[in-house]
């Protein structure tokens, strides 16, 4: 009926362009209708124009959503302190080309600016992440290059740590820092590391150079350098300290070491292969319980409840001992609506990110180690701490507001009332000495150099896709 009446009232409106409203419906229909039909057409009239109406309200507040969607994204562009270093990383970019287990380090450029001649001049430097050296051995071709041509002298060349992959650069950097001396690396990975003095072994061709590298986790930053030949290490302290707390690109794509979500492998996921502990232990072996603490404080994850019981229910089938059977769980345990990175892989991903954290005690460690490095930087020493995920920021970021106070008030300050306390302290650096300084917080021990931590440039973030959830925080020792 509805059908009919609309369809008179298309044959009798025909004539004219338009009408706005239903109540204006008696001065358009003609007179020659029978009341019954034109009933039915003011009622047809009134409901077309009502949908219109809520049709028009559904689309002003689907727009409405939009633009607030698109506020809120650019208030959260404008809350980064994006950098503004142009990123030379082509030539690496080449060697990923032909070789799928290399390397990209992150943020080359940004780390040379934290230890730039503006700075404290380096003698000594720590990489307490070595992994491959990336950021140490990006200057081993200029070095080799170079090294027999320069001019030694009693303050030579000796080393440097971080440059960006432009040689010219690199040559331009080497002549600005004569005092460097000593470099320490270390890391728990051996592959990595046998890499890494492979690489290094190119700058430690001076005898007025020495280089240390350990197999050992950074925690044990304080024993390590009471171990190097340098007495004065000790007493003296570092003039800077590197933390790249990312994982390598040859430990994500051996499928081996278990870290890679959409390649099948053993569920190990341990940086230090002697380690005890692996991922398939946690799942097979831990209480549910624990089992769903980690996957709620660690890989923050909404569905962690009903993922801890599709867990225990595969234990009963037989255990989990492999990253695809793992992922299969996953996969069963997501919405079917949901697809591709928004739906299982946003979640396993997640999911692998709490494990890893849990095999290898990483948060524990990061703070605990951040004490260590602080208290071994030299005055005017320099901290730079690259983290990739908002569990390791927050807790570099809290760990820095409590360092630069932490003697003063006995380190029993809150992290809230630091925050309150430390915002006052803000001031914006306009001297123009070091441009990638934005603002600083000020403390009793020390500065906080990133009051928002840097985050990769656009073009670093185009050539190198993992590097786009960096984050990198500074902090000076006064």
């Known amino acids: 009926m509805a059908a009919k009446a609309k369809q008179m009232m298309q044959m009798t409106l025909s004539p004219f362009l338009s009408f706005s409203a239903a109540s204006s419906l008696s001065t358009l229909l003609p007179v020659s209708h029978p009341s019954k039909s034109r009933a039915l057409l003011i009622s047809a009239c009134r409901s077309i ?10 689309k002003k507040s689907k727009e409405s959503k939009i633009w607030h969607s698109k506020s809120k994204g650019l208030a959260k562009e404008k809350r980064r302190t994006r950098s503004l270093r142009d990123c030379d990383i082509e030539i690496e970019e080449k060697e990923v080309n032909n070789d799928s287990c290399a390397h990209i380090p992150v943020m080359l450029g940004e780390v040379l600016d934290v230890f730039s001649p503006n700075s404290k001049p380096l003698c000594s430097f720590v990489d307490c992440t070595l992994g491959a050296a990336g950021h140490a051995s990006a200057v081993s071709l200029s070095l080799s290059l170079f090294l027999s041509t320069l001019s030694m ?208 005690d990483e948060l524990r460690t990061l703070e605990d180690s951040l004490y260590a490095c602080f208290d071994c930087l030299a005055p005017g020493g320099r901290l730079a701490v690259i983290s990739f995920h908002s569990l390791e920021d927050r807790i570099v970021k809290q760990t ?62 185009g050539l190198n896709r993992r590097s786009r959830s960096a984050k990198l925080r500074v902090i000076q020792k006064v």
């Open 153 to 360: 002298g009693s303050s030579s060349i000796k080393f440097l740590l971080l440059t960006n992959s432009n040689w010219y650069n690199n040559f331009q950097i080497i002549q600005a820092h004569p005092q460097l001396k000593v470099f320490i690396g270390m890391d728990v990975d051996p592959l990595a590391l046998q890499l890494a003095r492979s690489r290094i072994h190119a700058l430690s061709q001076s005898p007025h150079f020495q280089a240390f590298t350990f197999l050992k986790n950074y925690r044990h930053i304080k024993s390590l350098l009471s171990q190097v030949d340098r007495p004065d290490i000790l007493s003296s302290g570092v003039d800077g300290i590197l933390m790249d707390l990312g994982m390598s690109s040859m430990q994500v794509n051996n499928p081996n070491r278990g870290f890679a979500v959409l390649a099948n492998g053993p569920l190990d996921m341990r940086m230090d292969p002697q380690a005890s502990l692996k991922a398939e232990d946690i799942l097979n072996s831990w209480p549910d319980s624990e089992v769903g603490r980690i996957l709620r404080d660690y890989g923050e994850e909404s569905n962690w409840r009903f993922l801890q019981n599709k867990i225990v229910q595969a234990r009963l089938q037989g255990g989990l001992h492999s990253t695809g059977e793992l992922v299969d769980v996953i996969r069963s345990a997501s919405p079917a609506s949901r697809g591709g990175r928004q739906g299982w892989v946003k979640t396993a991903t997640r999911v692998f990110q709490a494990l890893r954290i849990a095999v290898n």
């Open 400 to 461: 820095f507001l409590k360092l630069v106070d932490c003697i003063e008030n006995g380190g029993d300050v809150s992290v809230e009332e630091s925050e309150i306390r430390d915002l006052k302290r803000i001031k914006s650096e306009d001297s123009g000495k070091e441009l990638w300084i934005r603002q600083t917080i000020q403390g009793s021990n020390g500065i906080i150099l990133t009051k928002r931590p840097i985050t990769p440039s656009e073009k670093e973030e």
């Open 49 to 58: 124009s009502t949908n219109t109406d809520t049709n028009k309200k559904k």
